[in-house]
């Protein structure tokens, strides 16, 4: 029979065998190498959220180092909000967010030192891994510099898409134009799109339809500032699963969204300005003429003011119950030429110099300031 002694070594040996085993156990470290990382004014934010809910977010200062004391959180979708509590390390711990299909909107408070950080993030349905496999994917085609479209929105690669992002500020539109790897328009059909962004002052879920002759995706959109945050989820037709990017976005690597940060370019003019030294007018003549023009400075084009039988004759074409379309070109260098004409009625063009002509089934010309010859049919 064992002495008391005897078995009070083994149980101590015992207890020191497994003190030292918890000692050397290798506590799980969190790996925020694919993480989307937020570049604040205040500091920064690695995000590793996953699909079944759970969040861990590292909080560095703005010297890149963890802010390990006085830090707190929440993070809410629209349908469950997680509390974010330190583990002593810089990482916010949490559990219990819920995650839709595609894109769903999380809004975060991060509080340090009783500092405030706000911002809202689009989470696809597999979490952040989702926007880390997008962008690894679309690194694989390479887009030319500036990645700016034809119609001046924004490049951006989803799946097997390449997309231009266009929003129309004072229609209130968002436009999708989809595109080949080799940048030739495919048709607007056969995918679902929606796609997140976020200003300084807002954040919208856009969610996108073919318009009705295929050549692009269109939502209505409130936004009338260049966005700091742009995701976007497609869908196409029998996935299973969307295929979701975050522009300008890499793996582990800090991407700005500050108030300092640069913007994501989807602007455009509602009216495109007519390349210089060249007008277009296109006018519609129902016994009287409405023209609208697209004219750079410098130029004015003025039809010459008619007299005597010329003046009979305009009068009786404007009378007469014709209707026509007249186009005119001017040039704006020393002069200006502006060129017309319409059946039944009277075409002028007249130059800054100036010669003038005027045409109908048979015309005779003469010069600005003498007669203007016209033979009637």
């Known amino acids: 029979m064992r002495s008391k002694a005897t078995l009070f070594c083994t149980l101590l040996v015992g207890l020191l065998i497994a003190v030292f085993a918890a000692c050397n156990r290798t506590a799980a470290v969190e790996d925020f190498s694919s993480a989307l990382v937020e570049l604040r004014d205040e500091g920064s934010i690695a995000w590793n959220i996953r699909a079944d809910g759970t969040v861990k977010a590292m909080i560095k200062s703005r010297d890149d180092k963890p802010i390990t004391a006085n830090v707190s959180g929440k993070i809410a979708t629209g349908d469950a909000s997680s509390e974010l509590t330190s583990d002593g390390s810089g990482v916010l711990e949490g559990k219990g967010l819920k995650l839709g299909a595609e894109l769903t909107r999380a809004q975060y408070d991060i509080v340090v030192d009783g500092k405030t950080w706000t911002g809202t993030i689009f989470v696809p349905a597999g979490g952040t891994a989702d926007l880390a496999a997008g962008a690894k994917a679309a690194a ?43 940048l030739k328009a495919v ?72 108030a300092t940060a640069p913007r994501v370019k989807m602007l455009v003019k509602a009216d495109v300005a007519a390349p210089d030294g060249d007008v277009n007018v296109r006018a519609d003549m129902k016994g009287g003429m409405n023209a609208g023009a697209n004219l ?24 007469a119950p014709v209707h026509a379309t007249v186009g005119a070109n001017a040039n704006a260098g020393a002069g200006a030429n502006a060129g017309a004409g319409a059946k039944g009625a009277v075409g002028l063009s007249a130059g800054a110099g100036s010669e003038t002509k005027a045409t109908s089934a048979d015309t005779k010309s003469g010069k600005a300031g003498g007669k203007i010859q016209i033979k009637l049919p």
């Open 296 to 319: 750079k400075t410098g130029v004015d084009i003025k039809t010459p003011e008619l007299k005597g039988p010329e003046a009979k004759l305009k009068a009786a074409v404007n009378a």
């Open 140 to 182: 694989n085609i390479k887009l030319p510099e500036p990645k700016i479209g034809a119609h001046g929105g924004t490049l951006q690669v989803v799946g097997g898409d390449v997309l231009e992002l266009v929003v129309n500020a004072s229609a209130g539109e968002l436009r999708v134009y989809p595109f080949d790897a080799q």
């Open 187 to 258: 048709a607007a059909a056969d995918r679902a799109i929606k796609v997140g962004v976020v200003t300084d002052a807002n954040a919208e879920l856009v969610a996108l339809l073919p318009e009705p002759g295929g050549a692009y995706f269109t939502g209505k959109i409130g936004i009338n500032v260049d966005p700091v945050e742009v995701t976007i989820s497609v869908k196409g037709k029998g996935q299973a699963q969307a295929q979701c990017a975050l522009v300008g976005f890499q793996p582990g690597v800090g991407l700005a969204v500050g």
